[in-house]
């Protein structure tokens, strides 16, 4: 099971603003290790947040993306204690997900 | 093992997509095309022809990148809209071996106002290209990388 | 003749403002750079870890740290980051954080800490675990100041230890960690070096490990940025949390009394 996100989610003038920080390789697959050997990729290829179960962003990434990935979006209409759910999937069928609630 | 090119076309569209697909949001081509449209191209030109040609420079597009990052490993990089009806963000990297970094679909009630970290092999121009009312517009920004060392 | 010399002085005097105004701009853009990148540190995710491991019941004895004695008393764990190292009695020794945690892992839990934690697994089992737990513990007293105690003899021992270390120079290139931590104003590359033989200011040197390297996506513990310098040095690579290392953080220790603590911290 992949590392827990660090969720925080926070809601100021009716916009809430989302900051995620991923825990994740994000291997490009364009690495070689000491050997000459190529590192197999591994990154997140997509993100989704939700709230309510409305979508409020979806992110696809390539391994340019840095590792243990950080993210911040803003959306509306989120009240305190809302959930924001955040779940990532990568390009070898793991995923994560994980909530917080608006503060 | 032969895949079709329908079932590899579906298969594309898996995951926060299918989703969207699912939840009415999106259509099935948008689906598709949307799904890894870009990534693989290996220059900036051939990447903005896959989001769908050359984007205008709009001053209502902000790109927010350091000028100079001390390590190419990590660098903060945003993009800011403020022109109507934004869709959609892509976030490119000219001098990366496949400049497509990242895109992000905005849903209506979300901000054109995103940011993540992104990998630069060395120095460059980022570029934020965004999709507002069906069309493309940019803005572009050099970051310098630098090597630290060996301290810190 | 002269009229030469002058405007060549001119000249050579326009070019090191320049070159001294690039350095500036240099200098800004990199604070910028390290600005952009406090909100939202992946240490925070090592925090998260430390936390859990903390309050988990593990080892041979199925107990978890939450009895763990970081010399404030057992439990205590707001303010313990900035007194360490400091003289344990139980143990009879000045410890630092992570032997004091090898110890309470050990005699609480019951881990065989010999065996699990050293400087070949940097990064993997037990000994990724005391510097996620490192970095949990840190983070508790951020923000705090830096007060070790010398009340006690093998404190003030231990300093004088730290001190004689610090200045040793030896190794294929003669070096001592004076060589680029003993003075004002030295750089490598990018990197400023702080001043280690007095207080280098808040959140510099000492008061800045634990720290999250996004050049490799690790995270830091002292030990682990101690054993870097010795491997830079071309030394051979101490022991993890020997008492060298000891020393030598109650030497930095000692002389950063008074710096706040941005642990844990992010670095190139």
């Keep these: 099971m992949a590392d827990p996100m660090r969720i925080r989610a926070a809601e100021a003038g009716g916009v809430t603003t989302v900051r995620v920080l991923m825990s994740h390789p994000m291997e490009s697959g364009l690495r070689k290790d000491a050997a000459g050997n190529t590192i197999p990729a591994q990154y997140i290829t997509d993100v989704v947040a939700t709230h309510n179960g409305k979508p409020v962003l979806q992110a696809t990434w390539s391994g340019a993306v840095s590792q243990n990935p950080f993210l911040s979006f803003k959306f509306k209409g989120a009240a305190k204690g809302d959930k924001v759910v955040v779940k990532w999937t990568d390009n070898k069928g793991e995923s994560r997900t994980d909530e917080a609630a608006v503060s | ?152 | 003749m002269k009229k030469n010399l002058r405007v060549l002085a001119v000249l050579a005097a326009i070019a090191a403002v320049q070159s001294a105004h690039a350095q500036d701009a240099a200098a800004e853009g990199i604070a910028k750079y390290r600005e952009m990148l406090q909100d939202g540190n992946p240490a925070e995710l090592f925090e998260m870890k430390g936390e859990e491991l903390w309050k988990q019941k593990r080892g041979p004895k199925n107990v978890s740290l939450e009895k763990c004695d970081l010399g404030k008393g057992p439990g205590v764990v707001k303010g313990a980051f900035v007194e360490l190292p400091r003289f344990f009695a139980d143990t009879g020794r000045v410890q630092d954080l992570e032997s004091r945690l090898m110890t309470c892992m050990e005699t609480l839990q019951g881990i065989d800490v010999k065996k699990e934690v050293n400087t070949r697994n940097f990064g993997k089992g037990e000994t990724a675990n005391i510097v996620a737990l490192s970095t949990w513990i840190g983070a508790q007293s951020m923000g705090m100041r830096f007060n070790l105690s010398q009340s006690h003899q093998a404190e003030r021992d231990m300093y004088e230890v730290g001190k004689r270390l610090f200045f040793m120079r030896g190794g294929p290139h003669d070096f001592a960690c004076a060589t680029c931590h003993g003075e004002d104003g030295k750089r490598i590359r990018l990197q400023d070096l702080p001043n280690l033989t007095k207080n280098p200011g808040d959140g510099v040197g000492f008061a800045a490990w634990p720290a999250y390297r996004v050049s490799n996506g690790q995270m830091w513990s002292m030990q682990h940025r101690l054993n870097d310098c010795y491997r830079q040095q071309r030394f051979p690579e101490p022991k993890f949390a020997s008492d060298v290392t000891i020393a030598l953080g109650v030497y930095m220790g000692v002389n950063a009394k008074g710096a706040e603590s941005i642990v844990p911290s992010i670095k190139r």
């Design chain 2, 1 to 152: 093992m032969h895949i079709s090119s329908t079932r590899r076309t579906v298969l594309k569209s898996t995951g926060a997509m299918a989703t969207l697909l699912s939840l009415g949001i999106v259509t099935a081509e948008q689906a598709h095309a949307a799904g890894r449209a870009g990534f693989d191209a290996k220059t900036l030109d051939e990447a903005l022809k896959a989001l769908g040609g050359t984007p205008a420079t709009n001053a209502q597009v902000t790109i927010v990148s350091p000028d100079i990052a001390e390590n190419g490993a990590v660098v903060p990089v945003g993009a800011v809209s403020k022109l109507p009806n934004t869709t959609e963000i892509y976030l490119l990297v000219e001098k990366n071996p496949t400049p497509l970094a990242a895109g992000f679909v905005i849903p209506a009630g979300t901000e054109p106002d995103v940011q993540t970290r992104l990998k630069m092999g060395q120095s460059t121009n980022v570029l934020a290209v965004v999709k507002a009312d069906g069309k493309l517009y940019s803005a572009s920004k050099e970051t310098k990388v630098t090597l630290g060392g060996c301290g810190g």
